[in-house]
Each structure stands twice: as structure tokens, then as C-alpha cells.
């Protein structure tokens, strides 16, 4: 058993591959811990409520929403955040696809988008439309750019090819 | 030498004449068939990584040292006094640091939707009546939980039909009938009552319209921060500029000590024009505390507080000749306005100048009731009035036994009817014709003549008319570094429209460099000069122009020095790719001249020109909507849309093509899902929030296929664009409400058309 | 949200002595974290069972289907034996909400979710809160009950616990006086006067695994929503049936979003026992079922939809 809180309690999440020392109530989302705490401002704080889609990271590979996760949950877990995608400054093949396929306007649920999309091809590489239209269906968009989103996607997937 | 001119502007069908000043020579338009390598080309947006990386900061995601954040605190009554507020509590909770009431903010006097930054007089649930800064945000949570507040209750009206009733309580004490104005705006032209009398068939309908919340995925807010007395606001808006102003009119301070900066904005939608409290009290809080103030709404704040697009109950009768000549249009509407409104959104709009009608009556009203008050919504009165005009003339041709679109074909206008001019481009036709290829419109069936399947599919359709040509004043300035790279500087601003990527794209093509030479800073008043407010649709047509200009400037001296570094005539160097020529002989490279000049910065500046005085600049298009209706389910699918929008010469097909879908699918979720829920007893909206506001989802998202009209308006300005924001959701509500009505043989008059109505109308069927 | 203390345990064994009524467990967060957000509920103490790993499992064996609490809604969607066996349940589950709540949100959470009225959940003290009114009853209820069964005119809003109630799934829950075993239909109750709840479940229990007894050939979920995906039910319909040659036997109906709790249709069910169900007797059956039903002011459309849906469940299953 291990006991945290009520007040403020030192944590240490795994962010991307980093260890990251954090004093955190245990009431303290995911979301504002990332946010606030850890200024990693990618995961969008939008509806708060587990509604939207624009916190979605992913915690040892899974797409959650972090505003619905406490942050003292994520000890011992991997958090992966859109900060996290990039590798040495050149961007995801599924960000670059976004980028490719006009899959955003304001970009604010962006974030969430490609977070959600990374889990669905890790676990089905080559989806089919209505599979990524099933898979998307926890980010919702509010310019509209889901046509955009839904070819990002399929054209990411071919661009990995098959995976084993 | 810069030149003063006096020229029209039509924003959202306010006209209004403007001195403008004017620099340099107007360049003469590019034309019809101008041969260009970079604009209406398709390209990635330029700011694309920033925002698929989590590296695009927001307002929402500034943070200085420092910063301390606040919580608007709402009211829970729609209509009362606050006779006791008492916020000792809250302030003794660890890590808060101020606390605001109309009790001790500034005194400051505000116009329109707010008399005063707090007040004790509460006309909505929701309204901010007070404001707790705290060093954390959960901190100032607990804190506003504990601010002690005592009504004394009025009476409410939060229904707009009941607030017209002779007896219904005041919602603002000097307006007695509860109407904007006092009294409904009345629009005539010839006579409707001749109009009617000649005509051989007339269709009435009566539509209805739910207020729907804009939800921008960035709430509203700002953060403030001083240094010294030098005041930067971050904030969530449609104009950066007029935050500037807006702060340095209301809290006394010279326009050159405020810097307002918006960089990357989360959606707008119309909601977010400068003039709100919050901005004063997180400036005011900041200079007090001394410490940057973050004041953002919440996601229930945003849709109580800070605007929506007022439902409507709209009347339309027209009247027609047996061929189908318009003969009248009479037009009723009421727009509900919450508990203040600044202005009535154009209802007539549509049935006033979207087809060719020599008599019509309009009169509409605001109705004020104690909602949280209405705000413009991406193009406000069209998208409603198009439903009412576009249902009345289905139901028309439905009488005259015509073809809908045949209908329409035989009344586009000639000329704009409100302006008494020709229009400078009205491709409607052409709009008509591949769009009604495009969805197969000669599939359409009789209305009633659907299949008893589980499954009923409709096809409709819907026109589209609009302004978005923009005008002056709009500014931009270039600048050529050492490295032949070149900047863009002017202080508009992208809400995620496109604009950073198209005005790239205008520079690159002016001036002869690759895109990728070309970047582009909007959205700081110290990084550029002025841009307008992007709202009704002007930014393209306003901006692209500007910076045309100025890149033109620029490339005049780049010229002007190479002919003297080289000796040659000036007029015989061009610049192509990144490259100079004389003639056809390769010179060098920009770059290699940039180098060669060392440490030296060349400038160009640039503005929008006049708008022509002989033309009205609008866009116009059409969309066509195919529906299937699960009678199991009462749920409406829209299978696809075909859109057919001119918006002028394409300057991004991509981005031109992101802009429409995101009308149409926002449209579709008005006519479908989208509605605020009020308990009218009580005066709550009871779906703040995006669990029962329901958003479209991915799923609801049809095939759309966008039509390029692309044909430059070249009586508009330099580069023959206008704007595409709005176009593209005007029709769409329209169109599925009438392919509704078409696969299920009877109208859902009332949006959106959830399971319910649908349900209901085929019970009663 | 109120402070509260953070308690991890290993295993569920640890949980029980941890529970009374100032302490909640904490699973997959989806409804609890709402809660406490808008401040309806406030432990003092939060017992995480997430990391309880002796709680998470699907095990088929000849006794029927054994799901552990913390089981996901997207494990059970996504496991085959669950779709191929026990349809209704894969579907209700992959109709919930979305894809993350499904991979987050638990069926003990799912089966514990508290009412989603707007007045609940919004700034009314309203009956099920502990206050006097049901604010729906004379309010907005066009997402509330056709079938009136306490004060609170709330609908009971997961989906998968009335595909278990088609299956006549039992729940097995551990408190101090050691295990009981009682069935989803007993266990979800209309809230009364003294528990203001849409379940049974008492402070100091846990809902350990749940027990589908061996599935019946065929079963349907049908779940009809105001959007394409991720809305609640505006009425849902579970059935599961043996069909045996071309005739309909063992006919379970139950409606989803029509009351505080699922409701068997046991007339209906009467009505198509052992019958060739013909469209026609769908959609008698459908009649039959609804009955009973009393619209409120907002919601008539619920009672052709939740006709519809039991006459097209019924001929989707016969249509296998």
C-alpha cells in the first residue's frame, strides 16, 4: 500500500523517456501536471471533463485522456506527449502527414489527434477508413479538419507499410 | 508618398465609408490568366509543425515568471441582485492572492455586452461576478467555491417568444419591449403587396433555429504581464490590433506602451473580438499584484459567458409567376440576443439579395432575454436566414411543380439589389451546374415519393451570397536578410485559418524567391503594422493585397540596387525562383547578392488599395447535400456534400478546401446536433459543456466534395481573392434541412433535425 | 475538487478494509473524476485499484464467462469469445463512449456510473443529490425515463450492464462479511429514499467479477444515439435468444435508457417465446413492450424509437 496526500507529495512520472521529479496533490490531473508543473503545453486542457479529446496522451502506449487521470496514478508508468514524437527535431511520419494532408486549421485539438492516431496504428497498422473513423472517434475537432485527419492517418499507415 | 482615400467597406453587410491611407503605386491586378508559379498552388501550411508538435504556444499556454492565475466566478441566478458578497473566506485560503468583486474592481465604463467589469446587477446565470487570482489554478478553484453570494431574485425571461409577450418581465429596465432598438428593423423595396398579387403561387414556411455555442477549442482569455509600464497582453482574438486599442482607450495608456500578441490563436468563430472586462481586470490585477495574470475562461464559463448564434423563429413567404419569376418576398424574423445585445445579425440578408426580387419586406428584431448574450457566429443572420429563404423556396417550386434548382437558376440577381450595383463576379450559374453534376441532382426525387425501406435518402440543395472582399486599412512590411531569406511582418493574425501560409505565398510570388525563403510573422503589434480584424471574412482579401504591395516595394529595391551594382537598366531585371536576370541571363542568386551587401536589411512596404466604387464585391455558391434517414432511429447521416464556392482567385486550394469543410461541417452540426439547452423556468442553460452540446464527430462527417471555382475577381483588388471563412457554412443547414425534407416527404421545420423530430414527424406522418 | 488522500493497493484483498463512506475506489477514473470534479461526491480517501492486478481478466470456460471488475470496456469488445459468444455484450461495450474511455473505464466503474441528467450533474440540488425535487420531472427531460420508478425521472446511462442482464449475468461482490453473488438485475435498483443511488452497492463493498452463465446462440445490442458515436443512448436494446428451428426460445429483452435501471420486457418476451418471429410479430413485440411507458413532457419520441429498436433487435436476431 502506498499512501499520498492529501498535501502536496513528491512523484516521479516518466515524460517521454525523462524522468521528471514532480511535488503534486494527489487531485492533481495528468493533464494540469504536464501542463503546469512540467510545461509541457502540447496536451490541451479544453473541456476538462473527458468530453473532447484534446488532453488524450498516452500512458505505457494506451491513449487516455489526462484530464481524467490523476498524475499520482502514472508513477512507474510511461507517459508519452506530443513533445515526445519528434526525434532530434524531424517530426513523426504522422506528424508530417498532418502536416501533408491539411489534417488541423487552429491546431489546438492537434495534439490529441495525433496522439489517438499513433495508438490506433500501433495496434492495427493498416486500418481501413471505417477503422480509422472508429479509432478517431475520442478527438473531436471543432474546425472540422476530419476529412484531413482521416487521410493523415491511411496515408501514415501506408507510408509505415506492414508491420510484422 | 503615402495617399489618403476615401473608400467603401462592407463587413457582414455594414457599410461604411473609410479614409484610408494608401502607399505606393496600386499594382496593376494579377490577371485572369497570369501565369503564377506559387500562389494557387496547393502548400502545407507553414506554421503546420509548430502546431502538430506541441511547440505552438497559445495564449491559454503562456507562462512567465511569476504568474498567478485566475478563476471567473459565475452567477447561479439569471435575474437578481447580488445584495451581499462576501469573499473573506476565499481570501484566506492559502495561495490566494486577490480577489475581485464589483465591490472593489476598477472602475471602469464599458460599452456593449458589459456596463462595467463586475457588476451587482445579474441578468444570466453565468455571468462573471467575480474574479479570484491564486498562485495555482486549483487554488483559486477552492477559493471561489467559498465566496459567499446573496441574491435577491427577480423575475426571468429566458424564452425569446415569451420575452414578446405584452406582459413579460424586463430584461434590460430601459427597454420595455425587450427589443433591440426598442423596435424591429423594417426593410422594404417595391411593393410586396403588388409583388404577392401577381403572383400565381405563393409558399409560406416558418423555421426555426437553435442558438448554438461557438465552442472555439481555445476558450476565451488572456494573460497580462508588465514590465515596467509597458503592458503585453496575450489573448485569445480575432484582432490583435483592436486588443491594443481596446486596452490603451479603457485603462488610459499610450497606444505605444501596449503590446498585444496573439501568435497562435485556438479558433475563433466570430466570439472573439476585443472589448471584453477580462482583459482589463487580468491588466489591471497584473499592475497591482505586479506578477503576470493568466485569466482564462472554463469550457462551461466560454458557453454561458462569452457569446453564441441566437436562435431564431423566422417567417418567409414568396410569391411567384407560374414560370417561375419572383414576384415578393416577405420576410419575419427574431434572433434572440441574451441579456445584452450590441447588434442584430442580418436574418434578411439572404432573402434580400440572394435572388432577384423587385418587391420584399423585411422585419426583424432582437429580443433580449436573460441568456448570456449573443455574439457574431461565423457569417451571424445568413446561416439562419438562408434556412428560412432556402426551405420557402423548395416548398415554391414544390407548388410551381418545378425543378428546386431550375427555380433558383431563373432568379439569380444582376445586380446587388442592396446596393444598387452590378456585382464585380457572380459565377452562380457555373456554381449550379457542376455542383449539381457533381452530387447527381437528377436523382432527386419528387418530395413523398420515398421508398418505406428503413433507410430514406434525400437530396438538397442550397445558394450561398456573402461579402469577404475586405478593404483598408490593411499593412505589411518586408524585409530581405543577408542570407536572401525574406520576412513577412504585419499584425493580422491566423486563427487557423491559413493566413501565415497564403500571404507566404503572395511574398514568395511578388517577389521572385522560393516559398521556402519566405517566412511570416502575424499577430504582434510590435512585429508588424496594422492588420484588420478577421471577421467576415476579409482577412485574404484584405491582407493579401497589403502584402502584394510590399513585396512589390521590396523587389523594386532589390532591383534598383542590382542595376547599380551591375550598371544595367533597372527595367530590364527580373527575378524568378530566387534568382535575378537580365533578361534571360542568369545574374546571381538573391542570396549571393544579400551577401555581397554584408549587414544590410532591404525594406518594403506596402497597403491595401480602394475598393472599387462602382462594383459590390461578394462571394456566392451553392452546395448540394445528400441524406439518409434511419427511420428506426429517427438519426439523419449526411452522406456527402458537394460545395461550389466563389471566393475569387484560390491563393491555396489546400487551405481553401480546409476552410469550407470546417463551414460545412460546423453547418451540418447545426442543422443535426448542435442546441443549447435552456430550462426556460429556471434560466439555466443545461448543456455548458461538449457532453450534451454535441459537437459532430468523425463518424457524423460525410464524404465532401469541394468544386474549385477559382476565377479571380479581378475588379476586387491586386490579387482577385476574397475570403472563404464564412462561405462555406452558409448554405449547408439549408441544403440538409431540404434534403431531409425531401427523403422523408414532410419539412422538420424546427433544427436541429435530431432523432427526435424525426421520430416525431414521421409519427405523425 | 476537494484534497483527498491517494491510497494504492496491490490486490483486492487490501481494498475492502480501506472502504466505509468517506472513501471511494478509484478504477478507471471516467465517472469518478467527474464527479468529483463538479463536487457530487468528495471522499476523503481514494483507493486505486487500478494496479489490484488479480482484477483484470476474461476467462471462458463451460461455466460461462468470468470477467474481472477492472476488466476494460475495450478488452471486452476487442476479446474474441466475448464477440463471438456473448454479442450484445462486445457491442454495448464498443458502443460506449470513446475509444480512450473504452480504454480507460472499467465494467465495475461502468456498472457504478451515476446518473448523467444535466440537473444532476449541474448546479441543482436535486433529488437524487439528497435534495427535495427531481428538477427533470418538470424541467428538460428529453434524455429521461418513459418508465417511472422512483422520484428521479434520471435514466440508468451505461450500456453494457443490460446486455448483461440479457445474458443473466451475475455480479460476485466482496465486502466485510466476505463474498456475495447477485444478479445485474437485482443489483441495479431504482435509487429510494434512503440510497440515492442507481445501484445496490454498499460504501464498504466491491464489485470483484462478473459471471455470464453460458450464452444463449444469439444476442443483439442495438443502441440508438443523437449523434453517429460517443453519446449516451437515447433508448438502447439488449436481446438474447436461442434459436432453434427458425423459432425463437430463452427470449431475454431488455430496454437501456428508459428508467432508473434496465428493464426487462417481460410480456414481450412472453409474447415471442418460442414463436417464428415475423416482422410483424417484431413489431407487436416492440408494442408490447413499451406498453407501460409514459412519456414526459420532452420525450415521446423515446417510445416509437425504443418500439423500433425491439422490433429490429428481434429480427436481427432471427436474422443471426
Redesign the interface.
Known amino acids: 500500500?502506498?499512501?499520498?496526500?492529501?498535501?502536496k507529495t513528491a512523484i516521479t512520472l516518466e515524460v517521454n523517456g525523462l524522468p521528471q521529479f514532480v511535488d503534486v496533490?494527489?487531485?492533481?490531473?495528468l493533464l494540469?501536471t504536464l501542463?503546469?508543473d512540467l510545461?509541457?503545453?502540447?496536451?490541451?486542457?479544453?473541456?476538462?471533463?473527458?468530453?473532447?479529446?484534446?488532453c488524450?496522451v498516452l500512458v505505457d502506449g494506451?491513449?487516455?485522456?489526462s484530464?481524467?487521470?490523476?498524475a499520482?496514478?502514472c508513477e512507474g508508468k510511461a507517459i508519452t506527449?506530443?513533445?515526445g514524437?519528434?526525434q532530434d527535431g524531424v517530426?513523426h511520419p504522422l506528424?508530417q502527414a498532418?502536416?501533408?494532408h491539411?489534417a488541423?486549421?487552429?491546431?489546438?485539438?492537434?495534439?490529441g489527434q495525433?496522439l489517438?492516431a499513433h495508438?490506433?496504428l500501433a495496434r492495427n497498422p493498416q486500418p481501413t477508413e471505417a477503422e480509422v473513423?472508429?479509432?478517431?472517434?475520442?478527438?473531436?475537432?471543432?474546425?472540422?479538419?476530419?476529412?484531413?485527419?482521416?487521410e493523415a492517418v491511411l496515408s501514415a499507415a501506408q507510408q509505415t507499410g506492414p508491420q510484422q | 508618398m503615402p495617399k489618403v482615400v476615401k473608400t467603401t467597406i462592407n463587413v457582414e453587410g455594414r457599410v461604411s465609408e473609410q479614409f484610408a491611407i494608401v502607399e505606393g503605386a496600386e499594382l496593376p491586378p494579377w490577371g485572369e490568366h497570369e501565369e503564377l508559379g506559387i500562389v494557387g498552388y496547393p502548400a502545407p501550411r507553414i506554421d503546420g509543425a509548430a502546431r502538430v508538435s506541441g511547440e505552438a504556444r497559445y495564449t491559454y499556454d503562456v507562462q512567465l515568471p511569476g504568474m498567478v492565475y485566475g478563476r471567473l466566478v459565475r452567477a447561479k441566478q439569471a435575474s437578481a441582485k447580488i445584495t451581499r458578497i462576501d469573499v473573506r473566506k476565499a481570501k484566506a485560503v492559502r495561495g490566494v492572492v486577490d480577489v475581485m468583486t464589483y465591490e472593489n474592481v476598477p472602475d471602469i465604463e464599458m460599452s456593449g455586452r458589459q456596463t462595467r467589469l463586475l457588476s451587482d446587477d445579474v441578468r444570466f446565470a453565468g455571468q462573471t461576478i467575480a474574479v479570484v487570482v491564486a498562485v495555482d489554478p486549483y487554488v483559486a478553484a477552492d477559493a471561489a467555491a467559498l465566496i459567499e453570494v446573496e441574491y435577491a431574485e427577480r423575475p426571468l425571461v429566458a424564452d425569446p417568444e415569451a420575452a414578446l409577450a405584452a406582459d413579460a418581465v424586463k430584461v434590460q429596465p430601459d427597454k420595455p419591449n425587450n427589443l433591440l432598438n426598442g423596435k424591429p428593423r423594417i426593410k422594404e423595396r417595391g411593393d410586396v403587396a403588388a409583388g404577392f398579387a401577381a403572383a400565381d403561387e405563393i409558399a409560406a414556411v416558418t423555421v426555426r433555429t437553435p442558438t448554438a455555442l461557438h465552442n472555439a477549442f481555445e476558450t476565451h482569455g488572456c494573460v497580462a504581464h508588465w514590465e515596467g509600464d509597458q503592458l503585453t497582453i496575450y489573448e485569445s482574438t480575432q484582432h490583435t490590433f483592436g486588443v491594443r486599442e481596446f486596452a490603451a482607450k479603457k485603462l488610459e495608456l499610450p497606444m505605444s506602451k501596449v503590446r498585444a500578441v496573439s501568435t497562435f490563436m485556438g479558433g475563433g468563430f466570430g466570439a472573439k473580438f476585443p472589448g471584453s472586462a477580462y482583459t482589463l481586470i487580468a491588466a489591471t490585477t497584473a499592475k497591482r499584484l505586479r506578477r503576470p495574470v493568466h485569466l482564462m475562461y472554463d469550457r462551461e464559463g466560454e458557453n454561458l459567458e462569452t457569446g453564441n448564434r441566437g436562435q431564431t423563429l423566422q417567417q418567409v413567404k414568396i410569391g411567384a409567376r407560374r414560370d417561375g419569376t419572383l414576384t415578393a418576398i416577405e420576410y419575419s424574423g427574431i434572433s434572440e440576443g441574451g441579456a445584452a445585445m450590441g447588434w442584430l445579425p442580418m436574418l434578411e440578408g439572404p432573402a434580400s439579395m440572394m435572388y432577384r426580387c423587385p418587391n420584399f419586406r423585411s422585419e426583424t428584431s432582437g429580443v433580449l432575454t436573460n441568456l448570456g448574450p449573443m455574439a457574431a457566429f461565423r457569417a451571424p443572420g445568413f446561416v439562419e436566414g438562408m434556412v428560412g429563404l432556402e426551405a420557402a423556396m423548395d416548398e415554391l417550386a414544390h407548388k410551381l411543380g418545378m425543378d428546386p434548382l431550375e427555380l433558383r437558376r431563373k432568379n439569380i440577381p444582376d445586380t446587388d439589389q442592396l446596393e444598387e450595383k452590378p456585382f464585380s463576379s457572380l459565377p452562380l450559374d457555373e456554381c449550379y451546374t457542376r455542383g449539381a453534376a457533381a452530387i447527381g441532382w437528377e436523382r432527386r426525387s419528387q418530395p413523398g415519393s420515398q421508398s418505406d425501406g428503413r433507410y430514406r435518402r434525400g437530396i438538397g440543395m442550397a445558394s450561398q451570397i456573402w461579402w469577404g472582399g475586405g478593404g483598408p486599412p490593411a499593412y505589411a512590411e518586408m524585409l530581405l536578410n543577408s542570407d536572401g531569406t525574406a520576412t513577412v511582418m504585419t499584425g493580422t493574425q491566423d486563427l487557423g485559418t491559413g493566413t501565415r501560409t497564403i500571404l507566404a505565398q503572395v511574398a514568395a510570388e511578388e517577389l521572385g524567391l522560393p516559398l521556402e525563403q519566405v517566412n511570416v510573422t502575424v499577430g504582434d503589434t510590435l512585429q508588424g503594422p496594422f492588420g484588420p480584424a478577421s471577421g467576415g471574412s476579409v482577412t485574404t482579401g484584405s491582407m493579401t493585397p497589403a502584402v502584394r504591395s510590399a513585396a512589390n516595394d521590396l523587389r523594386n529595391n532589390l532591383c534598383d540596387i542590382v542595376a547599380q551594382m551591375r550598371d544595367i537598366p533597372q527595367n530590364e531585371i527580373e527575378i524568378r525562383g530566387g534568382m535575378i536576370y537580365r533578361r534571360d541571363q542568369e545574374l546571381a542568386s538573391v542570396r549571393e547578392i544579400m551577401r555581397k551587401l554584408g549587414d544590410v536589411m532591404l525594406q518594403g512596404t506596402g497597403s491595401r488599395g480602394p475598393n472599387p466604387d462602382d462594383v459590390s464585391v461578394v462571394t456566392s455558391g451553392a452546395q448540394f447535400a445528400e441524406v439518409e434517414v434511419d427511420t428506426v432511429t429517427g438519426l439523419v447521416r449526411v452522406l456527402k456534400i458537394v460545395a461550389a464556392h466563389d471566393s475569387g482567385r484560390i491563393m491555396n486550394p489546400q487551405t481553401f478546401n480546409s476552410q469550407i469543410y470546417g463551414g460545412i461541417i460546423q453547418g451540418m452540426g447545426l442543422a443535426l446536433t448542435e442546441q443549447r439547452i435552456v430550462d426556460t423556468e429556471r434560466g439555466a442553460v443545461l448543456n455548458p459543456n461538449l457532453e450534451f452540446y454535441k459537437l459532430p464527430t468523425i463518424a457524423d462527417v460525410p464524404q465532401i466534395e469541394n468544386i474549385l471555382i477559382d476565377i479571380p475577381d479581378t475588379k476586387a483588388n491586386s490579387t482577385g481573392a476574397k475570403g472563404a471563412g464564412e462561405p462555406g457554412i452558409i448554405p449547408t443547414a439549408a441544403a440538409i434541412a431540404n434534403a431531409v425534407a425531401d427523403a422523408l416527404g414532410v419539412r422538420v421545420g424546427t433544427l436541429p433535425i435530431t432523432p427526435p423530430r424525426v421520430l416525431e414527424a414521421l409519427d405523425a406522418q | 475538487m476537494q484534497p483527498f488522500i491517494h491510497i494504492d493497493v496491490a490486490n483486492s484483498e487490501e481494498v475492502i478494509p480501506l472502504l466505509d463512506a468517506r472513501s471511494r475506489p478509484l478504477a478507471g477514473g471516467t465517472d469518478m473524476l467527474p464527479l468529483m470534479k463538479e463536487g457530487i461526491v468528495a471522499p476523503e480517501r481514494l483507493i486505486n485499484i487500478k494496479r489490484a492486478g488479480d482484477l483484470r481478466y476474461i476467462r471462458a470456460d463451460e461455466d460461462g464467462l468470468h470477467i474481472g471488475a477492472l476488466t476494460t470496456l475495450d478488452e471486452l469488445d476487442r476479446h474474441p469469445d466475448v464477440r463471438r459468444d456473448y454479442t450484445t455484450l462486445a457491442q454495448a461495450a464498443a458502443e460506449a463512449a470513446s475509444p480512450q474511455l473504452r480504454n480507460m473505464a472499467t465494467l465495475g466503474g461502468n456498472l457504478l456510473q451515476q446518473a448523467r441528467c444535466w440537473y444532476y450533474r449541474g448546479d441543482f440540488h436535486c433529488w437524487l443529490k439528497g435534495g427535495e425535487l427531481c428538477h427533470a420531472r418538470d424541467g428538460r427531460n428529453e434524455y429521461h425515463a418513459i418508465f417511472d420508478q422512483s422520484p428521479c425521472v434520471a435514466v440508468y446511462p451505461s450500456d453494457p450492464p443490460a446486455a448483461l442482464m440479457a445474458l443473466e449475468a451475475n455480479l460476485r461482490i466482496v465486502g466485510p462479511q466476505g463474498a456475495r453473488l447477485v444478479p445485474v438485475a437485482e443489483f441495479l435498483q431504482p435509487p429510494s429514499a434512503e440510497r440515492r443511488t442507481l445501484h445496490t452497492l454498499a460504501p464498504n463493498e466491491l464489485i470483484v467479477e462478473v459471471h455470464v452463465p453460458k450464452g444463449p446462440s444469439g444476442s443483439v445490442y442495438l443502441k440508438a444515439m443523437d449523434r453517429a458515436t460517443w453519446a449516451y443512448a437515447l433508448a438502447s436494446v439488449a436481446v438474447a435468444a436461442n434459436i432453434r428451428d427458425g423459432r425463437a426460445h430463452n427470449v431475454r429483452i431488455v430496454l437501456g435508457a428508459v428508467s432508473n435501471r434496465p428493464i426487462r420486457a417481460l410480456a414481450a418476451e412472453e409474447l415471442v417465446e418460442g414463436q417464428l418471429i415475423t416482422p410483424e410479430l417484431a413489431r407487436r413485440a416492440g408494442e408490447t413492450a413499451l406498453a407501460a411507458a409514459r412519456a414526459l413532457e420532452h420525450n415521446h419520441y423515446k417510445l416509437p424509437l425504443t418500439r423500433n429498436l425491439v422490433a429490429q433487435a428481434l429480427r436481427d436476431i432471427m436474422a443471426g
Open positions: 500500500m502506498i499512501e499520498h496526500g492529501p498535501h496533490e494527489p487531485r492533481r490531473t494540469d501542463r503546469i510545461g509541457l503545453t502540447g496536451a490541451k486542457l479544453v473541456c476538462n471533463m473527458g468530453n473532447c479529446g484534446a488524450t494506451v491513449a487516455v485522456y484530464c481524467l487521470t490523476l499520482v496514478e506527449t506530443i513533445e514524437l519528434a517530426l506528424q498532418f502536416v501533408q491539411d488541423l486549421q487552429c491546431g489546438f485539438c492537434t495534439p495525433v489517438a495508438a490506433l473513423v472508429a479509432g478517431m472517434a475520442g478527438n473531436l475537432c471543432r474546425c472540422g479538419a476530419y476529412r484531413g485527419i482521416i
